[in-house]
């Protein structure tokens, strides 16, 4: 009986971000954040409503120790992880010059989560879950990390567990050619697949969205929803082909995360087992609230909250949290 609708698993991070727009040459004050993709994950689909593992190698310090008590608050397992003094938690400041200009700058490099191996990872808590999320980004971190991701497939596959994956590209982790070659065979074993643009064409070396669609569909059954930014995200299965539209928004306040949002909203609606049209439109609407808010978890809504963005008419859409 699986009562875990969700594992993931990867690197969470400190992270600094400066509330000013300026360039952190200038900045003095630096209010303590956590940013991670699969965190995020797990903490949007804990807010949605549902039962979420979190795995990752902390370091043994103050910041690894603050990113599980932070996890854990949000209402997700992290019992599965584990410390390490043998490398530091990473860092990772944002620098905002403007609402659409943001840098990211890493100091991750041989962190504790590089040093994550296949058999950090326990079996059975995996086998419980019903839906296992995979990012780009944990194999790009070290050769074991890879390997890592690939026992965690390779556990998903035996017992039956959904595998969706999200390629997050990273180029500053790893080359296009290694990213093309790893999300492309993570890619052949996931059931759904969530690309931006940029990242499907990388994929495939098409262009065109519909393409691009085909060509990571290939002869398998899967579903493919590419992202599409202000314009919502194409939707793709033997039986559906759509444009979902997004949602405007007044202001873009901090675009990173909002990826992340819209995952989980997808894994949400594939949860609640919701025609995956309206599983599309509720991610888009996930990925709108989260651009409005500093951080990258800050922004995440309840799934109340997601109903009520989603009701009003109108150019602009606010939300009450």
Request: glycine residues 10%.
């Amino acid at each position: 009986m699986k009562n875990l609708d969700v594992f993931t698993f990867g690197e969470t991070m400190i992270l600094f971000q400066p509330e000013q727009m300026m360039s952190l040459e200038y900045v003095h004050q630096f209010p303590k954040r956590i940013g991670g993709a699969e965190s995020n994950v797990a903490i949007g689909l804990s807010r949605l409503g549902h039962s979420v593992g979190w795995f990752s190698k902390l370091g043994d310090d103050p910041f690894g120790r603050y990113i599980q008590k932070y996890v854990r608050g949000e209402g997700v397992d992290t019992s599965s992880c584990l410390y390490t003094d043998k490398a530091p938690t990473g860092l990772i400041f944002k620098e905002q010059l403007s609402p659409e200009d943001m840098n990211v700058y890493y100091y991750r490099k041989n962190s504790a989560a590089s040093l994550m191996v296949p058999e950090d990872l326990d079996e059975k808590y995996i086998a419980q879950a019903k839906i296992l999320h995979i990012s780009g980004i944990t194999p790009a971190l070290s050769e074991t990390c890879y390997q890592t991701v690939m026992r965690a497939i390779e556990i998903a596959k035996q017992n039956s567990t959904m595998i969706v994956f999200d390629p997050n590209l990273r180029l500053k982790l790893w080359t296009a050619e290694r990213a093309k070659q790893v999300f492309n065979e993570i890619a052949i074993s996931s059931d759904v697949i969530l690309p931006g643009l940029d990242e499907g064409q990388l994929m495939t070396g098409k262009t065109d969205v519909k393409e691009v669609a085909e060509t990571l569909m290939g002869d398998s059954d899967k579903t493919i929803i590419i992202k599409l930014g202000n314009n919502g995200a194409y939707l793709h299965t033997k039986n559906e082909k759509a444009y979902i539209e997004g949602f405007p928004v007044k202001q873009i306040v901090d675009p990173v995360g909002a990826g992340d949002g819209f995952a989980a909203g997808i894994i949400s609606g594939i949860l609640r087992q919701e025609p995956l049209s309206t599983v599309v439109r509720r991610a888009n609407a996930v990925g709108a609230i989260v651009v409005g808010v500093i951080g990258d978890v800050e922004g995440l809504p309840t799934f109340a909250a997601v109903e009520q963005f989603m009701r009003p008419a109108g150019d602009a859409r606010d939300v009450k949290r």
